[in-house]
């Protein structure tokens, strides 16, 4: 097909992801030589949700663009072609659904999990300490790099806590201590009690089965 290049260096790879508002991009960065995930979203004027979409667009790019934290997706620059609001992040090259559906049934290893959970309880506890809720922590929104470090991404769903209306906060929130449950990935072992981490800690490495492998 036709080379696709956005703003005279981000050279479209592939569509690695979809979502009501917009899709994501893998992209090659002719100048730094980087991959990077670029979200377009799908902001035309003759749709009837038009406006809806630019406020969920731009709210969604400023929260991720405040939010700069090791288990969140990095922010790396936004910017528009006519309308279309377009937002570069860090490229992750597997989500946790993928690799749970990598185990086929047998599960990731505790390590993992609890190392996965732990890892989203600190971006959760950034989010809330930012006056911030996520709203959509899903297996397809935790992407997670050949080195088991998790990122949450899509904040399209998140609000500041300002703009929530029927939502209660946990007295707490924001503490480093939260009580987690997961049941598909622990063959059954649903609690996980996550603490402050050590100054030594280490995060588990994703499982070599199903470790995450970049495509060129």
Do not use: W
């Amino acid at each position: 097909g036709k080379r696709r290049v956005l703003q005279g260096n981000l050279e479209v790879q592939a569509i690695i992801g979809e979502g009501a508002y917009g899709v994501v991009l893998k992209c090659h960065n002719l100048q730094t030589n980087e991959t990077v995930a670029v979200k377009e979203f799908k902001i035309n004027s003759d749709d009837p949700d038009v406006e809806e979409v630019k406020r969920t667009s731009t709210r969604e790019v400023e929260i991720l663009r405040n939010l700069k934290h090791e288990n969140i997706v990095s922010h790396l620059g936004d910017f528009y072609v006519g309308e279309r609001l377009y937002v570069v992040m860090e490229y992750v090259p597997k989500t946790l659904l993928e690799l749970l559906d990598e185990c086929g049934g047998r599960g990731l290893s505790k390590e993992f999990v609890k190392s996965c959970m732990f890892q989203l309880c600190k971006a959760i506890t950034f989010i809330h300490g930012g006056k911030y809720v996520y709203r959509d922590v899903k297996p397809e929104n935790v992407l997670v790099d050949p080195h088991g470090v998790v990122k949450l991404c899509d904040f399209g769903l998140a609000r500041a806590r300002s703009e929530t209306r029927g939502t209660t906060m946990a007295a707490g929130a924001g503490s480093s201590t939260f009580l987690v449950t997961t049941r598909s990935a622990m063959h059954g072992d649903t609690s996980i009690t996550c603490r402050p981490e050590p100054p030594s800690a280490t995060y588990a490495t994703v499982p070599e089965t199903a470790t995450p492998k970049a495509t060129s």
